[in-house]
Each structure stands twice: as structure tokens, then as C-alpha cells.
């Protein structure tokens, strides 16, 4: 995938963090899928919609836009402005309460979102994988803790995040937390490789969190944080 080929739409306005469209990259390098125009894609807690523009052009597929803190009007003006606003839906819906169609999506991609309401056992199984297809895949990019940092999150990012120091997870404890299903052929989970250049991005920008994010970086984000990456197949039943 060529990142180069998405410069104009990533912007302090429409990025929300690290650069999303790193994070997509590489789920997209390293487990590319072949999607069918009719194939349908479910991009959980896209935020301002740069992650569906992406799939939508890289896989020519549906894409169902749903995020929680961004309303779908907004996004949908935004689609409609980059062209693809006949090949996305916007969606504004809470992922613990989604109304969507059973076994509705051929893959679900979650980029910087999934931690935010997803850190429970449990939680893929009922609020997820009845919208998979059989022989879907689900390909998530999260910030996390890195593995020799596993159980004390709380203790080292307090600082910088607060109360929300708790999502942040290793990429074993990920996995321990999508578990198992009859339904559920594999489950991988790794420390990214785009932390840095994804960070890099963000930090350059003027947003104004990104300028918070620059006084704990050297401290605590980089020696204690990873992005973690998570793939999920659906058996073909």
C-alpha cells in the first residue's frame, strides 16, 4: 500500500492521533485480502473517516464508516467532498449497541479505537462476531503496552493518561481477551512496526493534543508503549 498516495487527506483536522493510515498500512501489508465490490467492511471507531476513505480506495469494497464521537452527518460531508460518498456509509452508533445485519461483513478493521470499549473478555465474541462472515478477517492496530511492561499500565502512563491508563494492554493480554469460539480459526497478536513513523506524524502537527502528547513522549510513550496489532480469521464453516 502506498501511504504517499493519501498526503492530501492527512491533516491535523482529520487525524485523531498517530497517524491511522501507518497503522492501516501495515495490516494491510501484512495480511492483504481480496475484496469483491459487493464485499461489505465494517470500519469500527473510524473517527473523522480517513481510515474509510483508505479501505474504500484500497479494496474497492462497501465500507460501513461507524464511529461514536463523530456524528455521521459530518462524516458524511466529508465522503461526499473525497469522492467516495456513494461507496461509504456513515454510521453513528455505540459498539457495544450496533444494528447491523447478521453475518453482515466480510472484514471489520478498528484502527486506535477497539481499546476504548472493547478490554473486556467476552466482548468480540457477543458484540462482534455475530456481523463476521464465515471466513471473514478482522484486522485491528491499538496502542498498548509492551510485553516487559504487561500488568502495570496503570502505574507507568498514569501521568499522561489519567484514568485511561488502564486500556493500554500487551499484545499477549489481547490476545487472552478475544479468546476463543467454535467460530474463531485464529487469533495473532504482535508489536507493530510503525510506532515510530505513526508517532512522528502525529507530534509534528499543531493540534493541540498532539502538543500534550509531546511532553510525555521521550518519557513514557516511547520507552513504554507499542502500537499492538491483532488479526482475527473466521473459519469457513
Known amino acids: 500500500m502506498n501511504i504517499g498516495s493519501y498526503g492530501a487527506y492527512i491533516s491535523a483536522e482529520t487525524m485523531m492521533g498517530p497517524n491511522s493510515v501507518r497503522i492501516l498500512a501495515e495490516l494491510f501489508d501484512k495480511y492483504p485480502v481480496q475484496f469483491a465490490p459487493d464485499d461489505k467492511i465494517l470500519d469500527l471507531g473510524c473517527g473523522t473517516g480517513l481510515t474509510s476513505l483508505v479501505i474504500a480506495k484500497e479494496t474497492g469494497a462497501r465500507v460501513f464508516a461507524n464511529d461514536l464521537w463523530v456524528s455521521a452527518e459530518e462524516n458524511g460531508r466529508r465522503f461526499a467532498a473525497w469522492g467516495v460518498g456513494e461507496q461509504v456509509t456513515p454510521v453513528h452508533e455505540d459498539a ?9 461483513f466480510r472484514a471489520l478493521v478498528s484502527i486506535d479505537s477497539y481499546h476504548y470499549f472493547a478490554g473486556r473478555e467476552g466482548f468480540f465474541q457477543e458484540k462482534i462476531l455475530p456481523f ?23 502505574e507507568l502512563l498514569s501521568d499522561w493518561l489519567g484514568d485511561d491508563a488502564y486500556m493500554f494492554k500487551s499484545p499477549n493480554r489481547w490476545k487472552e481477551l478475544i479468546g476463543g469460539h467454535e467460530r474463531i480459526e485464529l487469533v495473532e497478536t504482535w508489536e507493530m512496526d510503525c510506532f515510530s513513523k505513526a508517532w512522528g506524524d502525529w507530534l509534528a502537527t499543531d493540534n493541540p493534543y498532539a502538543l500534550g502528547d509531546r511532553q510525555h513522549f521521550e518519557a513514557v510513550i516511547q520507552p513504554y508503549t507499542c502500537f499492538v496489532g491483532i488479526y482475527i480469521k473466521i473459519k469457513a464453516l
Do not use: C, T
Open 96 to 104: 457495544n449497541d450496533l444494528h447491523f445485519e447478521e453475518k453482515q
Open 132 to 154: 463476521m462472515q464465515d471466513n471473514g478477517v478482522v484486522l485491528i492496530g491499538i496502542p498498548g503496552v509492551k510485553e516487559e511492561y504487561a500488568g502495570r499500565a496503570e
